[in-house]
C-alpha cells in the first residue's frame, strides 16, 4: 500500500492516510514515499520514516524523511531527508530513529558492500558514524542508545577467617556472574588465580575490578591489586564481528577491543 495509516484504536477506523494510492495528504515538495518502514511521530509533531523508495520512478534512492502534516488543508511537507553519498537502493526493511538530541540512526537493512548498514547523522545531514560489517549482514532495525559509561567500577572484598578465603562482591545488585562460573554474591577461593565478577547494569552487565590470588591458604588483603585503579589501560586484542581475533586493524571498521583489565567495548576506526 505504500502507506502509513492512523487509525482509532477504539473503534478500528481509519484517521488518516499518508502516501499510498489513497492519502488524505497532498505532498508540497516531496514525491512521496514507498516500501517506507518504522512510521514514528516525533515529539515535535512530525512523522519520520524510512523511505526504502521501492516504487519509486529511478533511480531508487533509500533515505531517512521526515513530514509535517497538515490536517487543515491536508498537505505534507518535507522537513527534514537524508541521502547517503553515493546514494542507494536498500531493497526492504531499514528504520530511521530519531533521538530527543536530534540524531538520526538510518539503518539501510538489505544492501551489500561498499554501502554502511547504517549511518548516524545530525540535524544538519553531517555524517557523523557509519557501520560496515566485514561481511553482508541483513538487520531489520537498529535502535539508537545513549550509554552512561561514567559509572563506578565495584571492588571485590576479599576476607580470611583461617580457614578459607571467601570473595563477596557488592551487595544491591540482582544477578552475579563471576569468571569460574558462580552465581552467587560470594564465593569460596582454593586455587590461586585471577577473580572477577560482573553484575547487572541496564540492559547489560558491568565487570568489577579483577583481584589476584597467588596463595588461598594465607593470604587475603595483600591480594587485591591497589595499583590497578591507576594502572595505564591500553588494548591487548582486536576482534571483528564475527568473532575473529584481527592482528592488525585497518580504518573503516568497527572492532571489539579488549583492554589489559579485561574490559571490552566497540570501537570504530576512522577511515
Known amino acids: 500500500m505504500d502507506a502509513v495509516y492512523k487509525i482509532d484504536h477504539t473503534t478500528g477506523n481509519v484517521i488518516w492516510v499518508l502516501g499510498g494510492e489513497s492519502s488524505s495528504f497532498t505532498y508540497t515538495n516531496d514525491v512521496g514515499h514507498s516500501g517506507q518502514h518504522d512510521a514514528r511521530k516525533l515529539s515535535n509533531g512530525n512523522i ?41 537502493f ?7 530513529h530519531v533521538t530527543p538530541n ?15 548498514s547504517f549511518a548516524l547523522v545530525d540535524d544538519a545531514e553531517t555524517l557523523l558514524a557509519e ?4 561481511d553482508p549482514v541483513m538487520n531489520y532495525r537498529s535502535p539508537f542508545y545513549n550509554l552512561d559509561f561514567n559509572f563506578q567500577r565495584q571492588t571485590i572484598v576479599c576476607s580470611n577467617d583461617g580457614i578459607q578465603l571467601e570473595l563477596t562482591a557488592p551487595s544491591g545488585f540482582i544477578s552475579y556472574k563471576w569468571n569460574t562460573g558462580e552465581t552467587t554474591q560470594s564465593i569460596f577461593v582454593n586455587t590461586a588465580g585471577t ?25 587475603c588483603l595483600s591480594s587485591i591489586n591497589e595499583e590497578y585503579h591507576s594502572e595505564k589501560l591500553f588494548i591487548t586484542h582486536y576482534y571483528d564481528l564475527l568473532g575473529r581475533e584481527v592482528l592488525q586493524p585497518f580504518g573503516g571498521n568497527l572492532y571489539l577491543v579488549v583492554y589489559n583489565d579485561h574490559s571490552k567495548m566497540m570501537m570504530y576506526f576512522p577511515k
Open 48 to 88: 519520520s520514516l524510512f523511505d526504502n523508495t521501492n516504487n519509486h520512478p529511478p533511480p531508487h534512492r533509500s533515505r531517512g524523511v521526515e513530514y509535517s502534516l497538515d490536517t487543515v488543508l491536508w498537505t505534507a511537507t518535507r522537513t527534514w531527508e537524508y541521502i547517503y553519498t553515493p546514494s542507494f
Open 90 to 96: 536498500s531493497v526492504a526493511m531499514g528504520n530511521h
Open 102 to 116: 536530534s540524531y538520526h540512526l538510518i539503518n539501510y537493512s538489505l544492501n551489500y558492500r561498499p554501502r554502511p
Open 131 to 134: 557501520c560496515l560489517w566485514q
Open 195 to 219: 577473580y572477577q565478577v560482573w553484575m547487572n547494569y541496564g540492559d547489560g552487565m558491568m565487570g568489577s575490578f579483577p583481584i589476584t590470588i597467588t596463595n588461598p591458604a594465607i593470604e
